[in-house]
């Protein structure tokens, strides 16, 4: 047994130096073949339509976001009138005076009746 191993240890060795001393395997760097500059250039084409395509949705994305701030503004901007009659109408009702709009407010939504303003 110890012939086998030792023999088999000593052939390994013989093989690794062969590799050693065939050198590297494989293509050289920087040696390209006609059909892997095809590809370089298809992927090269692949790659600068990407970038249009991913452009093309950055700026649709960004027009959706500027519609939606100004739709949101618009909606602020309404808000803030409704709140500042509501304001005014608290004011008017704190002085005893009932303002016209709130009773046909009140009116139309049919909390008051008809009765009450003829």
Same mark, same amino acid.
């Given at each position: 047994?110890?012939?086998?191993?030792?023999?088999?240890?000593m052939t390994e060795e013989?093989?690794?130096?062969?590799?050693?001393?065939?050198?590297?395997?494989?293509?050289?760097?920087?040696?390209?073949?006609?059909?892997?500059? +095809?590809d370089i250039k298809a992927? %090269? !084409? *692949?790659?600068? @339509?990407?970038? $249009?395509?991913?452009?093309?949705?950055?700026?649709?994305?960004?027009?959706?976001?500027?519609?939606?701030?100004?739709?949101?503004?618009?909606?602020? +901007?309404?808000?803030?009138?409704? %709140? !500042? *009659?509501?304001? @005014?109408?608290? $004011?008017?009702?704190?002085?005893?005076t009932s303002p016209s709009?709130?009773?046909?407010?009140?009116?139309?939504?049919?909390?008051?009746?008809?009765? +009450?303003?003829?």
């Amino acid at each position: 047994m110890d012939c086998d191993s030792i023999q088999m240890a000593m052939t390994e060795e013989h093989q690794l130096t062969e590799r050693k001393e065939c050198g590297r395997r494989g293509r050289k760097p920087g040696r390209k073949t006609s059909s892997e500059k +095809i590809d370089i250039k298809a992927k %090269l !084409e *692949r790659s600068r @339509q990407s970038a $249009r395509e991913c452009r093309a949705r950055k700026k649709l994305r960004y027009q959706y976001l500027e519609e939606l701030v100004a739709d949101r503004e618009k909606a602020v +901007i309404a808000l803030r009138a409704e %709140l !500042e *009659r509501y304001m @005014q109408w608290g $004011r008017q009702l704190d002085e005893k005076t009932s303002p016209s709009e709130v009773n046909q407010l009140l009116k139309d939504i049919g909390i008051l009746k008809q009765e +009450i303003f003829a």
